[in-house]
Nanobody
Framework: QVQLVESGGGLVQPGGSLRLSCLTS????????IGWFRQAPGKQRESISC????????YYSDSVKGRFTISRDNAKKMVYLQMNSLKFEDTAVYYC?????????WGQGTQVTVSS
């Protein structure tokens, strides 16, 4: 059974940092791309970052480029999102997602709140 579990969210001041983690199970992470998405209140869910495999190509939306870094540790079955220089507008629920045999799988999300 494919499962994704996010963690690492919380309350942080503007300019601060957080590292989100996505623990994966039920599929071979080595051969799968993983994406990070976020959804702010009243807004649509948006794709913010993705990491491929062989090679580990990465993608960032313009809104997070230069501030966020995605990485993966296949041995630990983990994908990370390092978030630096956080802004008020980064407040959202953050999700990781993958596809396996044509099906989409999402985690339950982790809340990130940027507030002073």
């Amino acid at each position: 059974q494919v499962q994704l579990v996010e963690s690492g969210g919380g309350l942080v001041q503007p300019g601060g940092s957080l590292r989100l983690s996505c623990l994966t199970s039920g599929f071979t992470l080595n051969y799968n791309a993983i994406g990070w998405f976020r959804q702010a209140p009243g807004k649509q869910r948006e794709s913010i970052s993705c990491i491929g495999f062989s090679p580990n190509k990465t993608y960032y939306s313009d809104s997070v480029k230069g501030r966020f870094t995605i990485s993966r540790d296949n041995a630990k079955k983990m994908v990370y999102l390092q978030m630096n220089s956080l802004k008020f507008e980064d407040t959202a629920v953050y999700y990781c997602k993958t596809e396996w045999y044509g099906n989409e799988y999402w985690g339950q999300g982790t809340q990130v709140t940027v507030s002073s």
